[in-house]
């Protein structure tokens, strides 16, 4: 994504949350989530689309995340599923990605990320979507990525035939060559005037650089060391299985 593409209220806007918490049943969430989001498709992958966006809400809900935080939340894990399907992602690319999002909304760091969500707050997510997605990454890719081609020939044979007869050449038309176009003069392009920072010391924004370095730093490593650690949990279970299946 391009820096200064925020995901605060891309889908769910303030009125619709509200619309959301007044649903009497879940049935009734799920029936104004699929009006907002103008879901529609094959039944089963919606099914499975709202039963993971409903996921998302609720866990919101519980940890008391503001409208703000809610909405974002809510899209970075649709824009995160929406790239997997589209561009076939497999499981360490996925990831990847859902990192890039999420540094792009937890660092104050104009017009590159912004300050939405705390450290506490990433590691709350990212334990999130390795539990509600990751775990089930082989089934949403199955869902959603799987494609039937169906190919019909309608020739009766798969030779080229060649035409019965030509036109001769006395009923075509002489075709005259286009002048080529004159090259136009490049555009005059104005600089953009040059930026005073007469206001700021050299030190200060030192100082306000290696501050945002140490904290892009530290969501760098957290995110890592909670993906390797349930890297190393799904190994030792297939290892257990495989011992057993032995």
Same mark, same amino acid.
């Given at each position: 994504?391009?820096?200064?593409?925020?995901?605060?209220?891309?889908?769910?806007?303030?009125?619709?949350?509200?619309?959301?918490? @007044?649903?009497?049943?879940?049935?009734?969430?799920?029936?104004?989530?699929?009006?907002?989001?103008?879901?529609?498709? $094959?039944?089963?992958?919606?099914?499975?689309?709202?039963?993971?966006?409903?996921?998302?809400?609720?866990?919101?809900?519980?940890?008391?995340?503001?409208?703000?935080?809610?909405?974002?939340?809510?899209?970075?894990?649709?824009?995160?599923?929406?790239?997997?399907?589209?561009?076939?992602?497999? !499981?360490?690319?996925?990831?990847?990605?859902?990192?890039?999002?999420?540094?792009?909304?937890?660092?104050?760091?104009?017009?590159?990320?912004?300050?939405?969500?705390?450290?506490?707050?990433?590691?709350?997510?990212?334990?999130?979507?390795?539990?509600?997605?990751?775990?089930?990454?082989?089934?949403?890719?199955?869902?959603?990525?799987? &494609?039937?081609?169906?190919?019909?020939?309608?020739?009766?044979?798969?030779?080229?035939?060649?035409?019965?007869?030509?036109?001769?050449?006395?009923?075509?038309?002489?075709?005259?060559?286009?002048?080529?176009?004159?090259?136009?003069?490049?555009?005059?392009?104005?600089? !953009?005037?040059?930026?005073?920072?007469?206001?700021?010391?050299?030190?200060? &924004?030192?100082?306000?650089?290696?501050?945002?370095?140490?904290?892009?730093?530290?969501?760098?490593?957290?995110?890592? @060391? $909670?993906?390797?650690?349930?890297?190393?949990?799904? $190994? @030792? &279970?297939?290892?257990?299985?495989? @011992?057993?299946?032995?």
């Amino acid at each position: 994504m391009k820096a200064g593409t925020f995901l605060l209220y891309a889908d769910l806007q303030p009125e619709g949350l509200a619309a959301l918490d @007044a649903a009497r049943d879940e049935d009734a969430a799920k029936a104004t989530l699929s009006q907002l989001l103008s879901l529609g498709g $094959q039944a089963k992958r919606m099914e499975v689309l709202l039963e993971l966006y409903m996921n998302a809400l609720r866990f919101a809900r519980a940890h008391s995340f503001s409208v703000e935080k809610t909405s974002t939340f809510f899209s970075i894990i649709k824009r995160n599923h929406e790239e997997m399907a589209e561009a076939f992602l497999p !499981p360490h690319k996925s990831w990847e990605f859902l990192k890039a999002l999420l540094l792009m909304h937890s660092v104050q760091r104009p017009p590159h990320s912004v300050g939405i969500f705390t450290l506490s707050e990433v590691q709350l997510i990212t334990k999130f979507a390795l539990e509600n997605y990751y775990d089930h990454f082989k089934l949403y890719r199955y869902a959603f990525t799987l &494609k039937h081609v169906k190919q019909v020939d309608v020739r009766t044979s798969w030779q080229e035939q060649p035409p019965d007869s030509f036109p001769p050449l006395s009923e075509g038309l002489p075709v005259e060559p286009e002048p080529e176009p004159e090259p136009e003069p490049p555009a005059y392009v104005e600089p !953009p005037p040059i930026a005073l920072n007469a206001d700021v010391s050299e030190a200060v &924004k030192a100082a306000v650089e290696a501050q945002i370095a140490a904290q892009v730093a530290a969501i760098k490593a957290n995110l890592e @060391a $909670q993906y390797a650690q349930t890297a190393a949990a799904h $190994q @030792a &279970k297939l290892a257990a299985l495989e @011992a057993k299946v032995k």
